[in-house]
């Protein structure tokens, strides 16, 4: 699904932020993606999500050069990866059901498919509850499980959740991953950018591991090595 050949970013004055990277993250899976701060990660999901270019090498998503796509193909790109972000960015003057339907409204969904989703999505993340409460009335936990269902409603093939428990306590981020680990059962692939070793070990999945911007293991087994 995504492959990245020999791909160096380098900000002007900087050391670079990501070294010749090549790897290959297939459909499907999930991958945990690890490093202390500075060593790559969100720089990593930068490119995948073409927020960035590299300054050196290709990015695929698929058959897609990722960064040679026009703005039209960029936008149908963007429509295929769900993105989760560790400070929710929900919308604060729409409440839950509001916030996911206009993730829907914007790739032109119309209201009663938005009317007939936005509940079973909003049970899948545990907020059925929660329907019509503003982001300033949930918790963290509730917010970032909003965030989840935001980025899912659209059926993506891919999510990247970039730090996504790195505000929560461990309760709630264990029902983050729970969740993200559903969705990757259910067919999604799923990149998880995180430096908590217990999330790691927990998920049992394969972890990369970046140091400097360069990865420096490459493991199966969801053992966290730094």
Known sequence: M???NNVTKKYYGDEPS???V????SSGEFVSVIGHSGAGKTTLAKLILAEEKPTSG???FESLDIHQLSSRELTQFRRKV???FQDFRLLPNRNAYENIAFAMEAVGKDDAEIANLVPHVLALVNLSDRTFHFPHQLSGGEKQR???ARAIITEPELIIADEPTGNLDPTNAADVINI???INDLGTTVILTTHNPSIIESLGKRVITFDKGK???????GKYML
């Open 2 to 4: 995504i492959y990245l």
């Open 18 to 20: 990501l070294v010749d």
């Open 22 to 25: 090549t790897l290959t993250i």
């Open 58 to 60: 290709t990015v695929f």
């Open 82 to 84: 769900g993105v989760i």
């Open 146 to 148: 909003l965030a989840i």
């Open 180 to 182: 993200l680990k559903k």
């Open 215 to 221: 990865v420096i293991r490459d493991e199966v087994n």
